[in-house]
Every structure is written in C-alpha cells, then in structure tokens.
C-alpha cells in the first residue's frame, strides 16, 4: 500500500498539530483532521487536503520534485564558501561593558592591535575564499582604536577587489566615540556600512556600556544623527550604506522593553537585532550581576514583539531582526545569510574570525573563546597556514557534523528543525560537549520558544500582514 504522506515533523501548538517539512512549508491541523490525515481518510478534493498537498506533505511525484528543489535551494551555502570574515583589528577598547563577549582590553596594550603584515596576509585569505560575496566585518575591541589598519584593509580589499570581482561590503561594528568627521566622511566615501551597539535609552545603555572616559551614549546619539542626515545624499554613488543596531540584553533591561524600541524609533532605525546574553568573556564573571533564566529572557521578548507589532498596526514600521531571520525561513524558500540559524552551521564554511595576531578561528565565537585560553577552535593563522589549509581543518569538519542538526538527539525530529541551528561553541560553553544536550540547553528554549510565538503569531490575520511585510 503506498504511503499516503511524505516526510515530515509535527508537534502540538496552539491547541492545534503544527506540520513543517524539509522545504520549509507548514500547516496547522486539527487534531480531528490531523488523525484523517494520518490514516488517509482525508477527502482529496477538499481542504485541508488540498493545501496539504499544495504544501508539499501528500506522497505525490510533484510534491517530492518540490521538495527536493526547496532542499537544494536552502541549502546551497554548502557550495558557496566562506562570505563572512570577522576582522579584529585591535583588542584594545575605551569601554568596559559588563558583558563584553571579547574579553576587551585597556586601551593602553598597544601591543594588542593587528600590524599591517598581518593585515596583508589576512587578505590574502580572505580573497581566496570561492564564495562570489565576501563581508569584511572590523571588530575589536573598538576598531577605531587602529585607525590606520582599519583604513589600510579598506584600500587594499578595494584595490584587490577590481581583480577578484566579487560582491564586497565592508562593515565596521563601532561603539562610534573615536569617530572623527574625517573618519566618517571616509569610511562613508568607500562604501562602508555600520553597525552599533545600543542598548536602549541613555541610562540603561550607559548601565551596560559603561566607558573608561565619557559618556557612551551621547556618541551614538551624535554620529546616529549624523549619518541620518547623510544618508540622502549618498545613495547616487553606487554603494549600499546601511546602519544596524545591536540590543544585548542584560538583566538590567527586562523591564525597559517598550523603552528599547521608542529608543530606537526616536533614533530613525528601521529595526534592530536583539540577542540574549551569551557564556563568552565578561559574561561568565558577571552572571550573577547581569544574568537571567531563558524564561526571563523569552517573557521579556514576546512583550518586546507584541509592541512593536503593535507600533506597526498603527502605521510605523519597525522590525525585531532575530524575528525577521527566522520568518525568512517559515515564509520564504530564501536562505537569510544569518549563520547561527544555519545546519550545519556557519563555522568555517560560512565564516572565518581573524584575530589581531593572524590567528584564524572558525567563527567570532571560537576567537571569543581563545580570549578565555581555550584555542580548541583554532584553524591556524595567516603566518602559518594557507586558505586550503584553514578551510579543510579537521576542525572545520568536525563543526560540521557537530551543528547537522539531522544528527542531534533533540533536534532531528523537532517541528522546528527546518527553520533553527545550533551553535557548538555555546554547547561547548554551556556544557562541556559540542554535541549540545537540547532538554536542558537554554538557546534551544530560547529558539523553540520564539519559533513558537510567531507562528501562533501567524495565525492571527493582522499581525501575519506585519510579518508577512518584514520579509518582503
């Protein structure tokens, strides 16, 4: 007798059975239905057969054909290479965040910033990679407190890049207090997008981002401005300038959720990406004062979301970036590019970290790590090694099969797993073992839960034209 269904996961959400595939597609049923299905006694000219079927989960040769193109085509960062790579000028930073991840460094430690030699043989590396796009991300440490490689690697990738010819976007994550006008007008000249760390208004910001002089705050607040008044006249030369935002979330901030998007909103971004407290550098020594449950932290997020679907139900656009990453995923057959969401993950085939010395790691995470005297996620360095050397690391391999999430007890059958990815490090981190141990892994909750809340989000016809919008 043949099987009346195709593969596929399920689990009870909502008072309804959710259904996902390997493509990406979903469904929800009722449970009465849900059993029809499952026994096919589901009439075959009628809903929700009808849409089953158009979604892919009725045992059809088209509805195979479906699948495996929508499979190919999510996964074709497999063949791609690394596009991401995390360039760390300098360790040496002006402020002392309470959960800095990179372990920074006073800024007197001249001896931590990345020499032109190495910057030169970072290059290298990076233009051998067989991805058509490459992002070069400066990091610190504050980037800005090597100037001079900063704009050393900016010249010479565009300089190297009318050879290589590839899609090239260049991105410097700053905190903006050693920005200068000249600075700005150049890094602006040459294409170069921003990134910032803004925590919410001045005073939980300034909380969590304390400086070792001045006040943090008001930096942002001033180059913020000024690139929004930049911005119009720049868009005629060609480059794609864009400006982040970043929210890490502290336990400080579980009460200011509607301060953290009015913050943002008054400020003229689009959106911002927010991201929970992770068990790297000052993280680990600060818990007690900074730390929180997962369950604190997905309470303090469903409230952020329902706000700001609130905001754009009244008319003014704002998106949660860590939302929109995972409704690329439910809505569209488009692979968002977000790495940690990726199985396997991108550690190595995605993304390479280049630290200040020339030591390459296979992701910020891995290096982060390195800063806590644990090299276990060294690749090699650009001294040393080659790019084929790097890339084919045993390590590399290992991360691999250690983010599939085809292979993780936990994740190979979740409803979730066509939308989510693991991270090794934080597993390693967290509990000793690459291989994470998901009913007791706080990211996981953290990822299930919020996976969770925007499909029951889904199902309500307003706030589904808000996501639906997000993506598009």
């Known amino acids: ?152 690697i900016v010249e010479e990738a565009r300089k190297r890049n009318k050879d290589a010819k590839k899609d090239l976007e260049l991105r410097l994550v700053s905190n903006f207090s050693l920005m200068t006008e000249e600075r700005f007008k150049y890094l602006l000249s040459k294409g170069v997008s921003f990134c910032v760390s803004l925590d919410g208004p001045e005073n939980l910001h300034n909380k969590n981002r304390p400086m070792s002089w001045g006040v943090s705050y008001k930096f942002i607040v001033k180059w913020v401005k000024k690139f929004n008044e930049t911005y119009p006249r720049l868009r005629k030369n060609g480059y794609i300038y864009r400006i982040a935002g970043i929210v890490t979330v502290s336990k400080f901030s579980l009460p200011f959720y509607k301060e953290i998007v009015d913050e943002y909103v008054k400020m003229g971004f689009d959106g911002f990406y927010l991201r929970p407290l992770n068990p790297f550098g000052f993280t680990l020594k600060n818990w007690k004062k900074i730390g929180y449950s997962a369950k604190e932290f997905i309470n303090f997020y469903k409230k952020l979301l329902d706000y700001i679907i609130q905001l754009n139900l009244k008319g003014r656009k704002f998106k949660e970036k860590m939302a929109v990453t995972f409704l690329k995923k439910i809505l569209t057959d488009q692979d968002p590019n977000h790495l940690d969401y990726r199985s396997p993950c991108g550690a190595g085939i995605g993304q390479l970290a280049y630290n200040y010395n020339g030591n390459v790691y296979t992701c910020d995470e891995g290096r982060m790590l390195s800063m806590m005297g644990d090299e276990n996620f060294k690749l090699g360095s650009v001294h040393e090694n080659n790019y084929k050397d790097i890339i084919t690391s045993p390590i590399v391999r290992t991360m691999c099969t250690a983010s599939c999430l085809d292979g993780l007890a936990g994740c190979s059958n979740c409803v979730f797993k066509p939308y989510c990815g693991v991270c090794p490090i934080y597993n390693y981190s967290k509990q000793g073992n690459i291989f994470g141990q998901m009913p007791n892994n706080d990211r996981c909750a953290i990822n299930k839960a919020i996976l969770s809340y925007l499909f029951e989000k889904l199902e309500d016809k307003k706030a589904k034209k808000v996501l639906e919008g997000w993506v598009k």
Request: glycine share 6%; net charge positive.
């Open 1 to 152: 007798m043949k099987k009346e269904t195709t593969s596929f996961y399920f689990a009870k959400k909502h008072g309804k059975y959710l259904l996902t595939n390997d493509g990406g597609d979903y469904l929800f049923l009722e449970e009465a239905e849900f059993i029809k299905f499952l026994s096919g006694e589901l009439p075959k000219d009628k809903e929700p057969y009808l849409s089953l079927a158009e979604k892919n989960f009725v045992n059809r040769d088209e509805c195979l054909d479906n699948l495996v193109k929508k499979y190919r085509l999510r996964h074709e960062f497999l063949f791609g290479g690394p596009s991401l790579h995390i360039v760390v000028v300098t360790l040496r930073c002006n402020h002392k965040c309470l959960y800095c991840h990179a372990s920074a460094q006073d800024i007197s430690k001249k001896d931590l910033d990345m020499t032109k030699e190495t910057a030169k043989k970072a290059l290298d590396v990076i233009f051998k990679t067989t991805s058509p796009y490459i992002a070069i991300e400066f990091q610190g440490g504050e980037p800005l407190v090597n100037w001079p490689i900063v704009k050393f």
